[in-house]
């Protein structure tokens, strides 16, 4: 046990909370979580300023260069970037270039870490962890949500084509293999990273996990509070609004079928574009992030809810709102590629069906198919919090997690790898 008498542990993430989609909230519940466990006398996360996803600063804390922060036993510290409002290649590079430049130029104060834990798919937060881990000689844990070298790759961001997808898998390469263990959230990571020189016995699954509450509230309530009508289909996005998602796709039915509500409910950057392709049509609805207390009934008050991504994304991370979708309880209708992440979460929930992606017809066609029969829908939605329970409890996933942990800091499986108990 280290002199100051129990394990003093740093985690790199961009994304922290108050941030409420993407990476955020898992990067809040494992610092909250390793912070809450008597092993470990101090947690800190070095984190940027809260912006996703509408890439826009947090107004309270523009202007803001560093700041240091005690949220629920965990020692914050903030440390300012740029903030692209549109993404290209070139403004994702002076973004990750902004927070890597100050996060080594101010590191987090504090003691000698134990262990660091970095999320990927931020390739400075990344380098940030494995040169801090390697300074003081201590484990160095990545867990990979995405990877932002395929990303590139497959044209996910404008500008930079193969040159910037090549860059960015140079660093993850660079990165990753510095690290004592790595964490995947997917299977379909696994290749990858071993293609990158990590050896396969270094890599553990450590699935994410569902972070929202169930809903509490009965829908017709809350349907009558959104001013959704009975008898009327609604369809809802929650979530990012980026190039990745491909949300054109959710525009084009709502223009073809009049009779379904469509909602698009979150913050982006291509949010005005979208509001903009769907000028003058009145079932396209767009609403801004719900309120934590109320997000999961806001979900289960849809008729169906949305998933969809670009026909050219091979989609090998698994979107954070799908799990939140599961535990809403309303079916899912996933319009992306067969193959990816996404695809298998569905299939093997059966909590949802998958239509081909960039295709208003068929998503449609699900839809309608599932509104005709409420019985059938209501019976495939609820395999979602079954699924939950069996597969993505947050007592679960968090356990994974303090596992890798465990085995980097004492050299010894804490689970067998690939458990997705």
């Known amino acids: 046990m280290p002199e100051h008498g129990g394990r003093r542990l740093l985690l790199v993430s961009t994304n922290y909370a108050p941030e409420q989609a993407g990476i955020g909230p898992y990067a ?25 996803p509408a890439w826009r600063t947090d ?24 903030v692209p409002p549109r993404q290209t290649a070139v403004r994702r590079a002076l973004y990750e270039a902004s927070i890597l430049a100050h996060g080594l130029a101010a590191p987090p104060r504090m003691g000698r870490p134990d262990a660091v834990l970095a999320q990927l798919p931020s ?9 801090i881990a ?43 293999k510095r690290a004592r263990l790595v964490g995947v959230i997917h299977e379909s990571f696994v290749d990858k990273v071993t293609a990158m020189g990590v050896a396969r016995d270094r890599i553990r699954l450590v699935p994410n996990w569902s972070h929202v509450a169930r809903p509490s509230r009965p829908r017709a309530e809350m349907r009558a509070r959104l001013g959704w009508r009975e008898g009327r289909i609604v369809v809802l996005h929650s979530g990012n609004m980026g190039l990745k998602q491909g949300l054109e796709v959710l525009v084009e039915a709502a223009r073809e079928a ?18 903009a392709l769907g000028a003058g049509l009145p079932n396209l609805h767009f609403l801004p992030p719900a309120e934590e207390a109320e997000f999961p009934d806001v979900l289960a008050a849809a008729d169906v809810l949305a998933v969809t991504q670009r026909a050219s994304v091979l989609d090998m991370s698994i979107p954070s709102k799908l799990t939140s979708y599961f535990a809403a309880g309303r079916p899912v209708v996933a319009s992306v590629a067969e193959q990816g992440g996404t695809a298998e979460e569905v299939r093997r929930s059966e909590a949802g069906v998958l239509v081909p992606p960039e295709n208003p ?20 939605g609820s395999r979602g919090p079954a699924y939950v329970d069996a597969h993505l409890s947050r007592e679960a996933g968090l356990a994974r997690i303090a596992g890798l942990l465990d085995e980097a800091l004492e050299g010894r499986p804490a689970r067998p790898r690939g458990a997705r108990g």
């Open 258 to 275: 009049p009779d379904v509500h469509i909602v698009l409910m979150g913050d982006g950057n291509q949010r005005e574009h979208l509001r």
């Open 123 to 131: 390739l400075a937060g990344g380098v940030i962890g494995a040169r």
């Open 59 to 82: 107004p309270a804390y523009r202007g803001v260069w560093r700041a240091e922060e005690e949220r629920a036993g965990v020692l914050l510290h903030r440390r300012r970037h740029t």
């Open 134 to 176: 390697r300074r003081y000689g201590v484990p160095y844990v990545p867990v990979v949500q995405d990877l932002m070298g395929a990303a590139a790759a497959q044209s996910g961001i404008r500008g930079g084509g193969r040159a910037s997808a090549a860059a960015a898998g140079a660093v993850e390469a660079y990165v990753l």
């Open 28 to 52: 809040t519940q494992i610092a909250e979580h390793l912070a809450a466990d008597e092993r470990h006398a101090e947690v800190h996360v070095l984190a940027g300023m809260p912006h996703y």
């Open 361 to 380: 017809p068929a998503l449609l066609a699900a839809v309608r198919k599932l509104a005709e029969d409420p019985a059938a829908a209501d019976a495939l």
